[in-house]
């Protein structure tokens, strides 16, 4: 199963600029969601930079720590989860898997997790969810 996704908001901000040693960056993200997942997420992540590149940040590597909300359907059933995400964005790939925490509607018994998958031009989440029927 999975999802393709679109970002169609990405805001990032240093938490501090005055504090060098301590690189983090909070970003606030919207996706747009199509296949087995139909609707809308909200990310909020803290990215801490090991290694930065100012001119091409898909060359950077950072750890990840953040939270996905969803909102929409999925396989026809209406609800939202939110999902933890821990992982390291390194030089364009992304390893940061997340975990369902919490459903709800249609979607309250929900639970799972998901990757994150960069193939081409296409993103997507591979999906490895279970629904009680």
């Known amino acids: 199963m999975s999802a393709t ?3 169609t908001r990405w805001d990032e901000q240093p938490v501090d600029e005055q504090k060098i040693n301590f690189p983090v960056n909070r970003v606030q993200a919207e996706y747009e969601l199509e296949g087995d997942l139909e609707g809308k997420a909200w990310v909020e992540y803290l990215l801490y930079y090991l290694e930065s590149n100012k001119e091409d940040g898909h060359l950077a590597t950072a750890r990840i720590s ?3 909300h969803f909102e929409g359907q999925y396989k026809g059933k209406t609800g939202t989860f939110t999902a933890a995400e821990k992982g390291i964005f390194d030089k364009g790939s992304l390893d ?3 975990m369902i925490i919490k459903g709800t509607g249609e979607l309250q018994a929900l639970t799972g997790s ?3 998958d960069f193939v081409g031009e296409n993103s997507k989440l ?3 969810f279970k629904a009680d029927e």
Do not use: E, H
């Open 96 to 98: 940061s898997p997340g």
């Open 5 to 7: 996704f679109n970002v």
């Open 66 to 68: 953040g939270f996905l």
């Open 126 to 128: 591979i999906l490895d």
């Open 114 to 116: 998901y990757q994150y």
